[in-house]
């Protein structure tokens, strides 16, 4: 009997965890510590990930329109971001896990930023897996920023406007070398992108759940990753 082929499991999942708010209101709790229970859940995530045989994770920290909020959200966010990265370093060192930012860094706290730097150089020769952290990221200022380069090489003569094309974006973007997502999930129940990877996520999967990113786990990314498999990709054509 012919089986319909089912896809393997997404080598790069892109999450944005939306919901550490809510979490706290429902427990009466300040909004920080919906942050605080956030970064647990990210440890949780990453090793599910891991174990299951992702390869690329993008996880959205924080966006551009997030300097919207309150001063103190804000800077406790970011204070809270580089103690995060720093207690996980050990076990990205264990995992064999590679950090990566992606995002502008004007505006990052300079201790925020000296913690990023620091975990970026010490796992830059890991090679299991990627954890890519969207910081002060925004899809549109990813292209913008990539316009700019490109206008840049163009001006200096380095490169032909002929030659702008897709490839030569893609190039100019924030990681080039890392795939576009296979599967991109957003929990919290809310279904827009917010400005998360607009380029990149042109051909992949969604999943959305209710589920509040503090509480997000183990099965709800075998959730995500069975209904993934269960996909048929088309990509724009049709055999
Ligand atoms: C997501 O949680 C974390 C960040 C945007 C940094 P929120 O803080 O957006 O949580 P809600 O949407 O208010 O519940
Ligand atoms: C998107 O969540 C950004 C991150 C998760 C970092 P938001 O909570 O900021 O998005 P909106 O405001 O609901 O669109
Ligand atoms: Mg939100």
Do not use: C
Request: charged share 25%.
């Amino acid at each position: 009997m012919a089986s319909a082929k089912s896809l393997e499991v997404p080598a790069h999942i892109a999450i944005i965890m939306d919901g550490n708010g809510r979490w706290a209101e429902q427990r009466g709790l300040p909004k920080i510590e919906g942050h605080k229970a956030g970064g647990k859940a990210v440890r949780r995530t990453a090793e599910a990930a891991w174990e299951l045989g992702v390869t690329f994770l993008t996880l959205y920290a924080f966006s551009t329109e997030n300097w919207r909020r309150s001063p103190r959200e804000v800077s406790a966010l970011m204070r809270l971001l580089g103690d995060t990265i720093d207690d996980n370093l050990d076990d990205m060192m264990e995992k064999g896990t590679k950090l990566r930012v992606i995002g502008r860094k004007s505006r990052i706290p300079r201790s925020t930023l000296a913690k990023i730097e620091h975990a970026i150089e010490t796992t830059r020769a890991n090679t299991n897996n990627n954890l890519v952290v969207a910081l002060n990221y925004g899809g549109r200022a990813e292209i913008a920023d990539a316009a700019q380069s490109i206008a840049t090489e163009v001006a200096a003569g380095k490169i032909s406007a002929i030659n702008v094309n897709e490839a030569l974006i893609a190039r100019h973007l924030y990681a080039p070398d890392i795939p576009d997502p296979d599967l991109m999930i957003r929990t919290s129940g809310e279904k827009r992108l917010s400005n998360f990877l607009l380029w990149e996520l042109s051909y992949t999967e969604l999943w959305f759940t209710e589920t509040l990113w503090p509480d997000f786990g183990r099965s709800d990314l075998e959730q995500a990753i069975a209904d993934f498999k269960a996909r048929q990709r088309r990509f724009g054509g049709r055999k």
